[in-house]
C-alpha cells in the first residue's frame, strides 16, 4: 500500500454480486447513493447537503469502448456502487480511521514464526522436488498495476542483469525449474490492462512455451470526493488496476486454477515479479507441504524504514496487516519481521475460498485533482486460511527477498540480483 495516502476499508463479500443483481437489492443501493449525504467543506459537524446523482445511471451511459473493457476485467457496477455510497459517512479522515483500525492486536509468540530450511536440506528438498516431478505446483508472478514506477516502462520489460529483463530471468527460472521436474512446471503471469499487451508481445517475440500463459486482474473506475464518476483531462472516465488483491477472482475468472486442479495441481507459489529472491525453492516446498497448513507466508527481517503488513493476532487469528489498521496504541516495532510479498497456497483451497475482502479508501492526485480509488491487498488471504509464517533471509546470496520499487533501487541491488540469479537460475 503507497505510504502517505489517505486510506479507509469496506468489506465485501465474493457472493455480492449475485446477491445485489436482485432487484429490490440494487434499487436499495440506487436509492442509497441518490439519497445519501455528503460532507461539506471538509468539516466534522457541518451541515450536510443532499445529491441527487445517480452513479448507477452514469455507469449505465458509459461509452461502449469503456463497458467493454470493463467487463473483460470483472468489473462490478454492484460493488462500485456500494463502495460509492460509503463516501458519505462523515469526516473523511474520521471514516478511514475508524474503519481501517482493528480493536486490538497483539505480537506473535517465540515459535510461531519459523525458521526458513537451508536449501540443501535433504529430506525437505526430495519431498518438494517430488511433488515437483508430479506435477503438483505452478508458479504465479505478479506483473500488474499501472506501470509508473519505473518511468513509464512496464516493470517485467526492464533490464535487470546483463540485457535480461525481469520477465527473461522469470522465463530462465521456469526453464530450470521444468528441466529439473522433468515436465513443463506452470508459470502464471497476472497482467493488468496496462501491462497485458506489453507483456504478451514479448512473451510472443520470446517464443514462450505453451505452459507460460497470462490472466488480468480487475479494472475499475475511480471517483470523486463525493462519490461521482471521476473523468481525466480528457475528459473520460478514470480506470485503475485495485491491487494484487485482485489475484484470487482473476485466477479463478482465468480458468487456469481450475484447469490446475483438475489436472491433479496441488499448489500455486505466488511472488511479485520484480522480487527475484523469490525462487523456486525445493526444500522451502518441501517444508510447506509439511506444515500441514493451506497458506505459508515469507516473512523476512525489517531494516530502518521498512513499513509493511506485519503478523499479528487480531479477530483470533494471526494474520497480516498493515500498520494502518493496527490500534493506535500497538508498537509496531515490536514485530521484527514483515510481509514480502510471497506465498505458497493449496491450489484447492485458493480455488474454493470465500473470503470477505477488505477495499481500502485510497486518495490519488489524477490531473492535479483528487480522485478516490478502491483498493484490496492478497495479504487478506491470512485471514481466511490456515496459515504458516516462515522467516526468509534478506541479504546476500541467499536473499528471498530483493524487490525494485523504482529505478533507484534497481541499480542498489544489481549485485545482490546478480549473484541470486548466478547461484540460483543461470
Known sequence: MPRGTAISAVATHPAEAAQAAHTANAATEAASVRARFVQTKGKIGAPMALTS????????????????????????????VRLAATLGEGDAEARRDARNR???????????????????DDALRVRGLEALRAGKLAFCVMAGGMATRMGGVVKA???VDGGATFLDVRLRENERASERAGRPVPLWIMTSDATDGPIRAALRERRAPEHVRTFVQDLSLRLTETGELFVDASGRPSTYAPGHGDLPDALVRSGLLAEHVAA??????????????????????????ASGKELMVEVTDKV?????????????????????????????TTVRV??????????????EARIEWTFFEV???????????????????????????????????ESRFLPVKDPVELERRRPEIRAVVETRIA
Not at 455507469?59 to 454492484?78: C, M, N, P, W, Y
Not at 482493528?102 to 540443501?120: C, K, Y
Not at 483528487?370 to 487478506?380: D, H, I, M, P
Open 53 to 80: 446523482y445517480d452513479l448507477r445511471d452514469a455507469l449505465s451511459k458509459l461509452d461502449r469502448e469503456t463497458r467493454t473493457k470493463l467487463d473483460a476485467h470483472g468489473f462490478s457496477v454492484d460493488r462500485l
Open 102 to 120: 482493528v480493536a486490538s492486536a497483539r505480537a506473535p509468540e517465540p515459535g510461531e514464526i519459523l525458521e526458513a530450511p537451508r536449501r540443501d
Open 157 to 159: 520489460l526492464v533490464e
Open 264 to 289: 491433479g495441481g496441488e499448489d500455486v507459489w505466488i511472488t511479485n515479479v520484480d522480487n527475484l529472491g523469490a525462487t523456486l525453492d525445493d526444500a522451502l516446498l518441501g517444508f510447506f507441504l
Open 304 to 332: 530502518e524504514g521498512d513499513r509493511g503488513g506485519i503478523p499479528v493476532w487480531a479477530s483470533d487469528r494471526l494474520q497480516v496487516l498493515e500498520e494502518f489498521r493496527l490500534p493506535k496504541t500497538f508498537d509496531a
Open 338 to 351: 514483515f510481509n514480502t510479498n510471497t506465498f505458497l497456497v493449496r491450489a484447492r483451497a485458493l480455488l
Open 363 to 397: 486518495e490519488k492526485k489524477v490531473d492535479g485533482k483528487t480522485a478516490v480509488q478502491f483498493e484490496r491487498l492478497l495479504q487478506e488471504l491470512t485471514r481466511a486460511l490456515g496459515t504458516v509464517y516462515v522467516r526468509v533471509p534478506r541479504a546476500g546470496a
